[in-house]
Nanobody, 125 residues
């Protein structure tokens, strides 16, 4: 059974850093693009970042460029999102998701058919 489990969320002060992990089980991530999405209360889900299956390409939302870094370790079947210079507006539930494609990635939620349960990230003083 395909499963994605996020971890690493929590409470952090503005300007701080936090790292998220997305561990896959029941399948290999080798043939999947991986993305992170987030949803804040009362707002629509938005794409944060994605990485292609062989890590050849990445995309970032303008709001996180230069602050967030997506990566993956296919040998560990895990993806990561390193977040720095966090702002209160980064507060949201963060989800990882996978899209079976070999090349490229796009931050369109409709392309992703398997999702994790989400992890809360709160940026507050």
């Amino acid at each position: 059974q395909l499963q994605l489990v996020e971890s690493g969320g929590g409470l952090v002060q503005p300007g701080g850093s936090l790292g998220l992990s997305c561990a896959a089980s029941g399948f290999t991530l080798d043939y999947y693009a991986i993305a992170w999405f987030r949803q804040a209360p009362g707002k629509e889900r938005e794409g944060v970042s994605c990485i292609s299956s062989r890590a050849g390409s990445t995309n970032y939302a303008d709001s996180v460029k230069g602050r967030f870094t997506i990566s993956r370790d296919n040998a560990k079947n895990t993806a990561y999102l390193q977040m720095t210079s966090l702002k209160p507006e980064d507060t949201a539930v963060y989800y990882c998701a996978v899209d079976r494609r070999l090349f490229g990635c796009r931050l369109s939620s409709s392309l992703f058919d398997s999702w994790g349960q989400g992890v809360q990230v709160t940026v507050s003083s």
